[in-house]
């Protein structure tokens, strides 16, 4: 859809440089927003996430944002959520499946995010620690 902005956020290990000079400064759509800010500022922004092979995608969904994993049948796949039982990750291997997916998640009705977010403090729960005086008692002399 063309009133939609897309976020590109580089991996912290990249320089959005780099990533400019790959396809150029003028060859980006004008929906097209390279993201400088944080991590956690993007994804308050977003509907839904595209990623491969990042902590971030556990990180995605602990927040009930959906999550589109980009998977290759070429290399090994990191896919540290294959045990979720959740229609809220989408995994994609061709471009036709990760078509199929952007417009699943484009359009979320409202019951659906809110199912989303009650599930993401479930798999938050599953993966992440509480912080307390227990749980950082390692960190503390």
Not at 4 to 25: N, S
Not at 47 to 73: D, H, T, Y
Not at 110 to 135: A, C, H, M
Request: with cysteine; proline share 4%.
């Amino acid at each position: 859809k063309e009133n939609i902005k897309i976020l590109i956020k580089a991996h912290p290990d990249y320089e959005v440089e780099t990533l400019i000079r790959v396809f150029g400064r003028n060859h980006w759509p004008n929906r097209f927003e390279i993201f400088s800010g944080s991590f956690f500022e993007a994804i308050y922004r977003a509907r839904f996430v595209i990623s491969a092979n990042s902590s971030s995608m556990i990180e995605v969904v602990a927040f009930g944002i959906p999550l589109i994993f980009l998977g290759s049948q070429m290399t090994l796949n990191q896919d540290m959520l294959s045990d979720l039982d959740t229609d809220m990750v989408s995994k994609c291997y061709s471009p036709g499946e990760l078509v199929s997916a952007i417009n699943r998640f484009m359009d979320l009705p409202l019951d659906k995010i809110g199912e989303y977010s009650q599930s993401g403090n479930k798999i938050r729960d599953l993966f992440f620690e509480p912080v307390n005086e227990r749980t950082l008692s390692a960190f503390i002399n």
